[in-house]
């Protein structure tokens, strides 16, 4: 990764300073309580770090889609209870943005204090880039610190807007040891794999996963396609999908892949299927060229994850981002967790496993095999977009390192 992070910064830098970390804080809550806390599990090493050298840790995360409007169901307050019970250091929260009242309390910090501010989107210039609150926003820290992976993919005023203001001041507008790791895995998935490299591709649209296929297609040495949007391929080779969920306006763009691909584009041979998508409904396996017309494909079948698993048990290097069948109905998540288990069997023999976020990070999670993998994402759409190939806006404002020039 060509972008200074907290570990380019000497101690000194940080002794003292109010260190502005965005955080990806978006988590579930219910009743006033958080019910997940994966996300602000995952930036406890940051935080830790900066509380180790004596910094004054001020954070600003968003909380859902309230659109620009105070709104107390999208309050940030409930997270910061659940930070104080999992972080050894005072964690206070204040109602406020950029306002009086957040840069009073910002000053009163003591070096090895957490404060957290109310979501960000509850202001309306945040999902605008505006450049006055990208200043306001600047001028509570010393130095910048960008965490959140989860939101690197938009230009908002906290990502984006506030580090190019610290840039232009010269104050240091770095990656939080997340980011750093989010950035090392998939991108050095990307850029120097250790082969065999296979990617698995699932979810439900190809229209939503074309510029991942076209970017992966160069760089795998298999591409496994599961999810719904395997019923386009298999529409393309001329076979029945029944009433499954097919793009009949990605045909050609899927018929262009395949050919493309060859052997490298690996689909399933088999499939779950039902009448309806719900849970209860009856199922049954048929081969691939034999799924009726009156029912569903909802799931790879046990013939595709014994050819997965396979393919799997010989890589070196394995990303997977999305389900391979719709697995949060029991009925159809077999498959899907099959796959992890067979991931987590390929790290337990030395292959470096990427789990993209989101639904995958779930699936895995689900399946108890979370922490088996060597990496597991926080960022849904930032890690679709990497892979991609696309420059994340939060990323590219950061501070270059020496001589690299990069963004």
Avoid at 139 to 144: I, Q
Avoid at 148 to 157: D, E, L
Avoid at 246 to 260: H, I, N, Q, T
Avoid at 325 to 333: C, L, N, P, T
Wanted: aromatic residues 4%; hydrophobic residues 45%.
């Amino acid at each position: 990764m060509n972008k200074r992070t907290l570990r380019d910064l000497p101690d000194s830098a940080l002794r003292g300073q109010r260190v502005l970390v965005r955080v990806d804080y978006n988590v579930p809550l219910e009743g006033g309580r958080v019910t997940d806390d994966t996300r602000i599990r995952a930036t406890l090493p940051t935080l830790r770090y900066l509380l180790e050298r004596d910094a004054r840790v001020i954070l600003v995360s968003h909380l859902g889609r309230p659109k620009g409007k105070w709104d107390a169901a999208y309050s940030l307050r409930p997270v910061a209870q659940r930070l104080r019970e999992l972080v050894e250091a005072p964690v206070s929260f204040v109602a406020d943005v950029v306002g009086a009242e957040a840069h009073a309390t910002a000053d009163r910090l003591k070096p090895g204090e957490i404060l957290l501010l109310e979501n960000v989107r509850f202001l309306p210039e945040e999902e605008t880039n505006d450049a006055a609150l990208g200043e306001a926003l600047a001028a509570l820290g010393d130095v910048y610190v960008n965490d959140a992976f989860g939101a690197a993919h938009r230009a908002h005023a906290s990502t984006a807007g506030v580090a190019e203001v610290m840039r232009e001041e010269g104050r240091p507008a770095v990656a939080g040891l997340l980011l750093e790791a989010e950035l090392r895995f998939l991108g050095g998935a990307l850029q120097s794999p250790e082969r065999p490299f296979l990617a698995i591709l699932g979810g439900a649209k190809i229209s939503g996963k074309i510029d991942v296929i076209e970017n992966l297609l160069p760089r795998v040495d298999r591409l496994l396609i599961g999810g719904a949007m395997a019923n386009t391929f298999l529409r393309a080779l001329g076979l029945e999908t029944g009433l499954s969920l097919v793009e009949e306006d990605r045909l050609a763009v899927a018929r262009e892949l395949l050919e493309r691909a060859g052997p490298r584009l690996v689909l399933p041979v088999d499939c779950v299927v039902a009448a309806e998508a719900k849970a209860g409904a009856a199922t049954r396996v048929v081969d691939r060229d034999a799924v009726p017309s009156d029912a569903r494909i909802l799931d790879v079948g046990p013939k595709s994850v014994g050819m997965f698993r396979e393919l799997l048990s010989g890589a070196r290097t394995v990303l997977w981002n999305g389900p391979v069948g719709m697995f949060e109905v029991r009925e159809f998540a077999a498959g899907t967790e099959a796959v992890a288990r067979a991931l987590a069997e390929a790290a337990a023999a030395g292959a470096t496993t990427i789990v993209g976020g989101g639904d995958t990070a779930a699936a895995v999670e689900a399946a108890g095999v979370a922490d088996r993998m060597t990496h597991v994402s926080t960022g849904g759409g930032a890690s679709l977009e990497l892979l991609e190939g696309r420059v994340l806006p939060g990323v590219a404002a950061l501070d270059d390192r020496a001589g690299t020039g990069a963004t």
